[in-house]
């Protein structure tokens, strides 16, 4: 912002030169102050590259106020801020013309109350800043308590930890031996299993066994059936054979009485 170009203009005459706005120029002011009273290798100021460029209003009375005499300034061609402006197309040129016209000491007495209101400002900001170092101070005040509470909580943390860490041990034990007693079990009913697959094959053989008995019995019991039924045809034979010995014997017996 304090060195110039080849042609003597600082920053400032070169945001002007743009048309910059508010904001810039008073960062470009707070940042060179003097850079409002230099002119460039033409003669020009700040103020008249503002008044050129229809620079807003309030960027002309910020240039008034950091450089009062810059209203009478000469360029190399003759030129005043004044004339500039009552040239330029500017939408405020009516304000910017009313500001130039404007006596010198009202800037001197506006930067005066500037000044006045920044002071008071500033104070309000000590006042601001002060209280909040106190409330910074209470601040840390309270931290270190928090960090004394927090390092016996940390303690009281690590000491759970601890205990934690021995039960969570006997979990880890625990857990080994139901894994162990579980894998045990598991072979215990594996084999159970087994067994109960060939006690099932045996039944199922049983099972066979017995319907091939049963069969059999059933077998046998026609037979017998059969039996019993052929012994009752001879039975009835033979009753009927001993009729006819019988009836034979009479025959002969009443034949030989005849005869005698």
């Given at each position: 912002a304090k060195v110039p170009d080849d042609e003597g203009r600082l920053s400032l005459h070169?945001?002007?030169?743009?048309?910059?706005?508010?904001?810039?120029?008073?960062?470009?002011?707070?940042?060179?102050?003097?850079?409002?009273?230099?002119?460039?290798?033409?003669?020009?100021?700040?103020?008249?590259?503002?008044?050129?460029?229809?620079?807003?209003?309030?960027?002309?009375?910020?240039?008034?106020?950091?450089f009062p005499d810059g209203v009478e300034t000469i360029d190399k061609w003759g030129r005043s801020p004044m004339a500039l402006a009552q040239?330029?197309?500017?939408?405020?040129?009516?304000?910017?013309?009313?500001?130039?016209?404007?006596?010198?000491?009202?800037?001197?007495?506006?930067?005066?109350?500037?000044?006045a209101d920044l002071k008071l400002k500033l104070e309000c900001k000590e006042t601001k800043e002060r209280n909040v170092r106190s409330k910074a101070t209470d601040l840390e005040a309270r931290l270190q308590e928090v960090t004394t509470s927090s390092n016996a909580a940390a303690a009281s943390f690590r000491e759970l930890t601890k205990e934690l860490q021995v039960e969570n041990a006997d979990l880890e034990e625990e857990i080994k031996d139901l894994k162990a007693k579980k894998s045990e079990s598991d072979r215990k009913i594996e084999r159970l299993e087994k067994q109960n697959k060939e006690l099932k094959g045996s039944i199922e053989d049983f099972e066979k066994r017995l319907e091939a008995i049963s069969g059999l019995f059933r077998a046998m019991e026609d037979?017998?059936?059969?039996?019993?039924?052929?012994?009752?045809?001879?039975?009835?034979?033979?009753?009927?054979?001993?009729?006819?010995?019988?009836?034979?014997?009479?025959?002969?017996?009443?034949?030989?009485?005849?005869?005698?």
């Open positions: 070169l945001a002007c030169r743009q048309g910059a706005g508010l904001e810039i120029v008073n960062n470009l002011l707070v940042t060179y102050h003097k850079g409002a009273r230099k002119q460039d290798n033409y003669g020009l100021l700040a103020l008249h590259w503002a008044c050129a460029q229809n620079s807003a209003a309030s960027v002309v009375e910020t240039l008034l106020r950091a040239a330029s197309t500017n939408p405020d040129k009516e304000k910017v013309i009313e500001a130039l016209k404007r006596d010198q000491s009202y800037w001197s007495t506006s930067l005066l109350k500037e000044v037979q017998r059936l059969i039996i019993l039924r052929a012994t009752g045809d001879w039975e009835d034979t033979l009753q009927k054979a001993s009729d006819l010995v019988e009836e034979r014997e009479a025959v002969e017996a009443v034949l030989l009485k005849d005869f005698h």
